[in-house]
């Protein structure tokens, strides 16, 4: 039955039912509606859902199939709701964080006081293969780094919520969360008025305004563009939504040239100055002048442009020494370092092999803990303890202690679920949250966030290379309606 | 706007228009063997001569029949002007420039695209041609009315209308010059009311049947060249296609119609005069087919010289950029 009466929140934090079985007070109108509907009509609201992602054209191809398949990213029509007090504690927590990580990336590049200070040790940041050595003594306009953020939560058992990543390099999703919201309020329009959602649909003008606010001052109308490596990557959709939604120019590195001392568009009327570009590439392809002399994605002469001060970058290149997996370990530290605060969002325990009795316990508690390399992402180059066998424990022991640097061990967190559906039923799903903030002259926290949903029953694992899927993220406005 | 996006954009609208003419070609050649059944069997190769590409055709298939002939022309994924290659390249085309074509017109591209390449599709096509080949003109029509209403008509929708215009103007000379070709073995009979029925199905190919009735009466051969190649107002006509096309490259340069800014606006001017200021007398005379080759080299040189003008800046900046 498509309805709550034999739904199993089980052991762990469920986001919309309690212990008890019972809808939470934010969730009870849509659980109340769920459960009101006739027989196969949730599935078939899910199907409609899911027609409208094809039609729209949010797909990605599944390769070494079929010529020609094409799959929509999945998606979960039943939302997951953040009460209006659990996200004031997540957005002041953010804003924390995003503020002391721009802080720490600032000092690290110019004058490295907090290493001076030995919070951080030196050689960590020496070591890390996302340090970048052209960015010393740089600092970009307004003194922003980090301007596009997407912080990777997670609630425990405890139901508590804990920073699982940080992502200050090339965070990508945000579509996702605007996409899944146009369908949502078709799926459930009543429910979604009544509930009082916080609207998501700002997110494009305050990016706007964000990238306008890094233009070199003497420019009036600043030229702004999105650079992507183009249709091949997985996130093009998402690269070609914002620049529409924007009303910016979506270019790839071909349409870009370094002429006179600046970055030009070529353009049916020849050329045409960029100010200031939201770059999706990462920072190692972005100038095959300076990083990889191999990139075709890139713009040859660009960082030389942008040290100059004749365009700006969103994000800086060398932000991705903060959301080193190892360094992560350090950022309470560091946000009490440059803020005099406690972290308002605990971050997961950390255990860093690079520390000999840290070490000493993740070799001997393998089976118990998640481990991560230190500049890997989407899932790959980790180890899920519990999940994995002895031979891929051994296999993964043996890389630890060749390269103890790079990798860092956390418990396994009993991930939060949210009711699914899966076939004719609902059953709980683990989820994260990944929140997107901005960087620009405030520091704003969109108000809901991609949910990442682990569709197979008990994974733990909710990238979308690897089987995860999204929902619907509702943070509800102040006052809850109860009836 | 980005030389990409306008060499995008041109295309899209190049590979629809591609795609309803091979398949109002097929629709029209479909009635024409149910008029004619004695011929049977020697309707299908004229069919892919019409695209030239014959020598492609020959490599895969054995023998030109219906069903071959269908689904190459139509599903073949390898034959890069079959109706569904065709799709799927406007549609690449359309994702790369999604934010600049109106949603409407990406969801409708995206559809066509789906619809086209679903499983079944094959089967639709050889059992119901008629409707099926029918269901694509109409698809594209309603993109191309997406495009009017939902899209500014600034400068991507005048590259838009070019690259449509000028794949127009290409088919319509192919068609009449693979017809007249076989359909006329004598030019003396050029004046003659003969073959009543594959001249009508010429018409018909251009949609142009109708329109040629009401201005023109009887079919002759010359008629039908005059009215395909030299009609200033029939839509598909040559010549109203490069006049059409001329008026949106004066409104992307912002030249006055007459002054000439760039290579493209000068070859494209001269044909529009060229179609001007010839009759079709001059043509019989002058050898259809000569007439009609030479003007599918000069359209080819039109498509290059807006691809050196607008499209591929950067070979002419490195030169520039050694120099200093």
Redo the contacts between chains.
């Keep these: 039955m498509e309805t709550f009466d034999s739904y199993d929140p089980g052991d762990f934090y469920d986001e919309l039912i309690d212990a008890e079985g019972h809808a939470r007070p934010g969730a009870r109108l849509l659980v109340n509606k769920i459960n009101s509907l006739p027989t196969g009509d949730l599935t078939m609201r899910q199907k409609a859902a899911e027609a409208l992602l094809l039609k729209m054209g949010i797909t990605f191809n599944v390769y070494g199939r079929d010529e020609g398949t094409e799959k929509i990213f999945p998606f979960d029509i039943i939302p997951r709701i953040v009460a209006a007090g659990d996200w004031e504690q997540i957005e002041s927590g953010l804003k924390q964080r995003i503020f002391a990580l721009n802080a720490f990336i600032q000092d690290i590049y110019n004058g490295k006081q907090i290493l001076k200070d030995k919070v951080v040790p030196e050689e960590l940041i020496l070591t890390s293969r996302t340090y970048r050595k052209e960015c010393e003594g740089f600092t970009p306009p307004r003194g922003i780094w980090c301007h596009v953020t997407g912080t990777d939560l997670v609630r425990d058992r405890d139901g508590r919520f804990y920073v699982l990543e940080d992502n200050l390099r090339c965070p990508s999703g945000v579509s996702y969360v605007l996409e899944n919201r146009q369908v949502l309020k078709r799926t459930f329009p009543q429910v979604f008025e009544a509930s009082r959602v916080r609207p998501v649909d700002d997110y494009p003008s305050k990016l706007l305004e964000m990238l306008s606010y890094l233009a070199p001052e003497h420019v009036q109308a600043p030229t702004i563009g999105v650079l992507t490596p183009g249709i091949y990557n997985s996130a093009y959709f998402e690269h070609s939504f914002l620049s529409q939604q924007m009303g910016v120019e979506l270019v790839e590195g071909q349409d870009l040239v370094v002429a006179d001392g600046f970055v030009h568009m070529l353009t049916t009327k020849g050329l045409k100055r960029v100010d200031v570009l939201y770059r999706r590439i990462d920072d190692d392809f972005i100038d095959p002048q300076v990083f990889r002399p191999d990139s075709l994605l890139g713009v040859r002469g660009l960082i030389g442009v942008y040290k100059a001060g004749r365009v700006a970058m969103a994000n800086a290149p060398g932000t991705g020494i903060a959301d080193d997996k190892v360094i992560y370990a350090y950022v309470p530290k560091i946000i009490k370092y440059y803020t005099g605060q406690e972290a308002i969002l605990p971050n997961v325990p950390t255990y860093i092999c690079g520390d000999p009795a840290d070490r000493a316990y993740v070799l001997a508690h393998l089976d118990q803990l998640v481990v991560k390399a230190a500049n890997e992402s989407g899932g790959y180059g980790m180890l899920v303890g519990p999940h994995a066998s002895a031979a891929e424990r051994d296999a993964f022991a043996a890389k630890i202690q060749a390269e103890p640097r790079n990798y860092m061990a956390q418990p396994t967190i009993s991930l939060s679920r949210v009711p699914t559906i899966v076939g004719d039923r609902i059953e709980g799903r683990h989820v994260d949250l990944r929140p997107y903030v901005l960087f620009g002259e405030e520091i704003y926290v969109q108000p809901g966030g991609l949910t990442r949903v682990a569709l197979t029953k008990g994974s733990l694992v909710v990238n979308s290379s690897q089987g995860g899927g999204s929902k619907d993220t509702w943070v509800l406005g102040g006052e809850t309606i109860t009836s | 706007?980005?030389?990409?996006v306008?060499n995008s954009i041109y295309w899209m609208c190049r590979y629809i228009e591609r795609a309803e003419n091979v398949a109002r070609f097929i629709s029209v050649n479909l009635n024409l063997v149910l008029d004619m059944p004695s011929e049977k069997g020697k309707h299908w190769e004229p069919l892919v001569m019409t695209t030239g590409d014959q020598a492609f055709f020959d490599k895969h298939h054995p023998d030109y029949n219906r069903e071959t002939v269908i689904r190459f022309l139509t599903f073949e994924?390898n034959y890069p002007n079959s109706i569904l290659a065709c799709v799927?390249a406007a549609r690449?085309n359309g994702?790369?420039i999604?934010?600049i074509i109106s949603?409407e017109m990406?969801?409708h591209l995206?559809?066509f695209y789906?619809e086209l390449?679903d499983a079944k599709s094959p089967r639709f096509a050889l059992e119901d041609p008629h409707r099926f080949f029918k269901i694509i003109q109409m698809r594209s029509h309603l993109f191309t009315g997406l495009m009017d209403c939902t899209m500014s008509h600034g400068?991507a929708w005048n590259?838009a209308r070019i690259g449509m215009m000028i794949e127009r103007a290409d088919k319509t000379s192919r068609i009449l010059d693979v017809k007249y070709f076989m359909l006329l073995p004598q030019a003396e009979l050029v004046n003659t009311p003969i073959d009543n029925i594959q001249w009508t199905a010429v018409l018909k190919s251009a949609s142009a049947f109708e329109m040629f009735r009401k201005a023109h009466h009887h079919i002759t051969p010359r008629g039908v060249a005059n009215f395909l190649i030299f009609d200033s107002q029939f839509p598909r006509s040559i010549r109203h296609c490069i006049s059409k096309a001329m008026v949106c490259l004066h409104r992307?340069g912002g030249s006055a119609p007459g002054s000439v800014h760039n290579e493209a606006e000068k070859r494209l001017g001269r044909l529009e005069a060229d179609l001007a200021y010839t009759d079709i007398d001059e043509v019989v005379h002058q050898g259809m087919h000569e007439y009609l080759d030479n003007l599918q080299t000069r359209l080819n040189r039109v498509d290059m010289a807006i691809g050196t003008t607008?499209?591929n800046?950067?070979p002419l900046?490195e030169t520039a950029?050694n120099e200093q």
């Excluded at chain 2, 706007?1 to 990409?4: E, G, H, Q």
Aim: avoid cysteine; glycine fraction near 0%; proline fraction near 0%.
């Design positions: 706007m980005l030389s990409r306008a994924r799927a690449e994702r790369s999604r934010e949603s990406w969801e995206n559809t789906l390449a400068e590259f992307i607008f499209f800046l950067k900046i950029t």
